[in-house]
């Protein structure tokens, strides 16, 4: 019984492109679509992006806009929390002393809550 495989006309190229993936220069063209597919996906999973709420592309592209705005703030605002948390923990020099200084998870508290270093 003889047995025969058929390839299919894109067989080279596809052979081709598996190859390419394996070298240093396409790696360096696919580091900056890994990141944005990130955040695609969060926009889409965590706020709706895939549908538009409103009909027309004027308030498409402002709906769309504004989920990144709040994207980059709520990212902003966690960046901030996560400094903030490791000045409480490491002490700053202008906290008060030891003995008055609230725990580190007190401090990261507040401070997430309010969103800045200030408080710690």
Request: proline share 2%; charged share 25%; net charge positive.
């Amino acid at each position: 019984m003889n047995r025969t495989l058929v390839v299919g006309e894109q067989h080279t190229a596809l052979q081709t492109r598996r190859q390419e993936k394996h070298t240093q220069e396409f790696k360096q063209r696919m580091k900056h679509r890994n990141a944005i597919e990130g955040t695609q996906s969060e926009l889409v999973r965590g706020h709706g992006a895939r549908h538009a709420r409103y009909r027309g592309l004027a308030k498409t592209k402002l709906q769309n806009s504004l989920l990144m705005a709040s994207d980059v703030s709520e990212r902003l605002r966690q960046e901030v929390a996560e400094r903030a948390y490791h000045v409480c923990a490491r002490g700053a020099t202008s906290a008060p002393s030891p003995v008055n200084r609230p725990n580190s998870s007190a401090c990261f508290t507040r401070a997430r809550i309010a969103g800045a270093a200030a408080f710690c």
